[in-house]
């Protein structure tokens, strides 16, 4: 198969593209004939500070395509079926194998470009809201990083639970691109005082819950935002740099600091059960994800650039086709 591949960690010029030998398919394995690669943020984040556990490595966790075959114990797929794949690497090639509780239906109706890009960003952003941060109707939530695909997941989904939605992003222009998906206030964390906006903005009171997606000295900013006892949730460092919390900061604002792993959560009846009602949601066309852009998978290097550099607005697609 045609597949992207690299062999130490790196920017995205490590990644290089070529022939590797097809996966196996396991008892438990469904695989996946590949049309699209939704790029996500932590295929970045691998590629620059994971060591890869096995070379030469594939990276990607999530693309959506055709079943091709299934191991002789998998119950729920069958060839031709249309799915959505995860795991922990290999969605950067032609054939993409993953355990069949990993593997989600595409109902019919979905667009397969919409597809490729639920699981990840919208459970993240799901759990980070409801399971683990029990969000109320009418609270102040701050998402850093919301024109980001789980950013941008997670200013629908509050918004249509009832928070007051504020983002920021690093323009105004990309700000109000932000709006009809359900952003009440925007913040260009470029420009301005995130903390003294977000005390402006809640009359004082303090952001309720916050979903940090980008870590990073940014950090320091919206633990002035968060009101006392507030929730904040460690997502991501989009920024590539991993702040860490003090002791005393956490004392100080009496904050609960959770963290969040999508992926632990993945093979769980649960998240099965949430994602289809995603996906159910966006055929009624009342969830959407955009898309920034399209690339070929023998462009991987420039896909990756423009993710990493192009400021996109939500989801970059790779293309594949045998
Ligand atoms: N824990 C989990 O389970 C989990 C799951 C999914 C993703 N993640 C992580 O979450 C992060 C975001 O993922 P994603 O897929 O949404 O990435 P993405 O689509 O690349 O978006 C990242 C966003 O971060 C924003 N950003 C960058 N620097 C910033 C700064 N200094 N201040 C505020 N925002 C900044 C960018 O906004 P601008 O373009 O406007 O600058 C961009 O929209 C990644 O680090 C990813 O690894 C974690």
């Known amino acids: 198969m045609k597949a992207v591949y690299y062999f130490e960690n790196g920017?995205?010029?490590?990644m290089q593209y070529g022939d590797l030998p097809d996966p196996e398919v396991g008892p438990k394995t469904v695989l996946i004939a590949v049309e699209w690669v939704s790029i996500e943020g932590g295929d970045l984040l691998n590629r620059l500070v994971t060591p890869p556990p096995e070379t030469p490595f594939v990276p990607g966790y999530q693309a959506a395509g055709t079943v091709?075959?299934?191991g002789s114990?998998?119950?729920?797929?069958?060839e031709g079926d249309k799915v959505i794949g995860f795991d922990w690497h290999g969605s950067h090639a032609?054939?993409?194998a993953v355990p069949e509780h990993y593997t989600y239906p595409v109902p019919e109706g979905l667009d397969m470009r919409q597809a490729a890009t639920i699981p990840v960003p919208f459970g993240t952003a799901h759990d980070s809201l409801f399971q683990f941060g029990q969000m109320q109707p009418g609270e102040f939530v701050l998402v850093q990083g919301a024109a980001g695909g789980v950013g941008l997941a997670a200013v629908q989904l509050a918004s249509q639970a009832g928070a007051v939605v504020?983002?920021?992003?690093s323009s105004r222009k990309r700000l109000e691109r932000i709006v009809p998906f359900g952003l009440h206030h925007g913040i260009d964390y470029r420009t301005e005082d995130i903390a003294a906006r977000c005390k402006e903005i809640t009359g004082g009171?303090?952001?309720d819950l916050i979903l940090d997606l980008a870590g990073g000295q940014g950090k320091n900013a919206l633990i002035g935002a968060i009101r006392p006892h507030g929730r904040y949730a460690v997502i991501g460092a989009a920024t590539g740099s991993l702040p860490s919390f003090g002791f005393f900061e956490l004392i100080r604002k009496a904050m609960h600091v959770y963290g969040i792993s999508f992926g632990r959560e993945m093979h769980t009846e649960r998240a099965h059960a949430l994602l289809a009602d995603i996906a159910r949601r966006m055929v009624e066309g009342n969830l959407q994800m955009p898309i920034d852009a399209?690339?070929?998978?023998?462009d991987a290097v420039a896909a990756h650039r423009h993710v990493a550099e192009g400021h996109p607005f939500g989801r970059v697609l790779m293309k594949v086709g045998r």
């Open 11 to 14: 920017g995205p010029e490590v």
């Open 166 to 169: 504020i983002g920021t992003a």
């Open 205 to 207: 009171k303090g952001i």
């Open 94 to 96: 032609e054939l993409f």
């Open 68 to 70: 091709l075959a299934v």
């Open 294 to 298: 399209e690339f070929d998978l023998s």
């Open 73 to 78: 114990e998998v119950t729920r797929f069958k």
